[in-house]
C-alpha cells in the first residue's frame, strides 16, 4: 500500500526548503566521473532518466516549493542541466536554484551543505530544511513517510533535527550489498513515545552477526535554521567533513537530536561504485523497490 499524498499542512509545507547535495566527486565512480557528476548518471529502472532529475520529480510530486541544488565538482554541467529543465517546466523558474559551493566541496559534504547560508533568500529563520544526497534514488513512499513524520512532529523541528532509520537485518542487506560495503546505523535512546540518537556509526556488513537488526540510516536529514547556525558558527572547531560525524559532535556537546524509525517497505541505493550500478540493473524480483517513474 502506498503512503497518502495529504502530507503537511500548507503552512508548514511552505517553510520546508530541500536541498539536493550535488557537489563530491565521486571518485569511486572514476571511470564514468572523470566527466560526468554522478547526479546525472541515468538509471536504467527510472526509465534512463538521471538520479537528480528523478529526484527533482519526487520533490515537485510532494509539492515542495523550494529546491536547492548545490553544486561543486563540475558544476557547470549540472548548472546546464537545470538550466534546461527549467525551460520545460515554467514552475521550476523561481522554485529551483543554483548553489555554487565553490572549492568548499573540497573540504567535505558539511562544506557543501553549509554553502546554502551565503544565499539570504533560501537560508532565513522561518524555514526549515531537508537535505538529500543527489548520488542516491530514494522510492517516492520513503520521502512521503519521511513527510509525514514531520507534519506529526512539527513542534519538535523548530528546536531539533531529525534523523530516520529503518530496521534491517543482515540477510536484507546481503540482498543490496556487498560484503565489504559500510553501512551506516543509528544507536537510539528510546523513551516513552520519542526516540533521541545516541551516535551514528558505522560497520562493515561482513562484520554483522546474523541474528543482528541493524537501524540503517536513511541519508535524509531534517534541520532548523539555529541548528544550521550553530554548526556554521562552530565549524572551525568541529574539524569534521561529513553531515553524521557533526551529528556526533553535537551530541557530545550536549544537543538533542530526534530519531525516527521509518515502516515503508521501499529501498533506496546508493551510487557509490560500479557494483552498485550493476546492482540497480538487476533484476528486482528479489527486492523491495518498485519504481514508478
Not at 566527486?25 to 564514468?32: A, M, V
Not at 546481503?174 to 535512546?189: H, W
Request: with cysteine; glycine share 4%.
Amino acid at each position: 500500500m502506498g503512503i497518502g499524498l495529504s502530507l503537511l499542512k500548507n503552512d508548514f509545507k511552505e517553510k520546508l526548503y530541500a536541498i539536493i547535495l550535488c557537489a563530491g566527486e565521486g571518485k569511486r565512480l572514476k571511470e564514468i566521473t572523470k566527466s560526468l557528476p554522478k547526479p546525472l548518471i541515468k538509471i536504467e529502472k527510472l526509465n534512463n532518466i538521471s538520479i537528480i532529475n528523478h529526484t527533482i520529480n519526487n520533490l515537485i510530486d510532494l509539492e515542495i516549493k523550494q529546491i536547492a541544488v548545490v553544486i561543486g565538482y563540475l558544476g557547470d554541467t549540472i548548472r546546464d542541466f537545470i538550466s534546461t529543465l527549467k525551460k520545460s517546466n515554467n514552475s521550476l523558474q523561481k522554485n529551483l536554484i543554483i548553489i555554487d559551493a565553490k572549492n568548499q566541496y573540497k573540504l567535505g559534504p558539511l562544506y557543501s551543505f553549509l554553502s546554502i547560508t551565503k544565499n539570504q533568500n533560501f537560508f532565513t529563520s522561518n524555514n526549515y530544511y531537508i537535505l538529500i544526497p543527489g548520488d542516491t534514488v530514494f522510492d517516492l513512499d520513503i520521502l512521503k513517510e519521511i513527510l509525514l513524520l514531520i507534519s506529526k512532529n512539527s513542534k519538535l523541528i523548530h528546536d531539533y533535527p531529525f534523523v530516520f532509520y529503518r530496521d534491517i537485518e543482515l540477510k536484507a542487506l546481503e540482498q543490496i550489498y556487498k560484503r565489504n560495503n559500510l553501512i551506516s546505523y543509528a544507536e537510539v535512546k528510546k523513551f516513552d513515545s520519542e526516540s533521541v540518537l545516541k551516535r551514528i556509526s558505522q560497520v562493515k556488513i561482513r562484520d554483522i552477526f546474523s541474528d543482528d537488526v541493524l537501524h540503517q540510516i536513511i541519508p535524509i536529514f531534517i534541520f532548523n535554521y539555529k541548528f544550521i547556525q550553530v554548526i556554521l558558527d562552530l565549524k572551525g572547531a568541529i574539524r569534521v567533513k561529513t553531515i553524521w560525524e557533526t551529528f556526533n559532535y553535537m551530541i557530545d556537546n550536549g544537543r538533542k537530536i530526534y530519531a525516527f524509525r521509518l515502516r515503508t517497505n521501499k529501498e533506496f541505493y546508493d551510487i557509490d561504485t560500479m557494483d552498485d550500478l550493476r546492482n540497480l540493473k538487476k533484476k528486482k524480483d528479489n527486492r523491495r523497490s518498485d519504481y514508478s517513474k
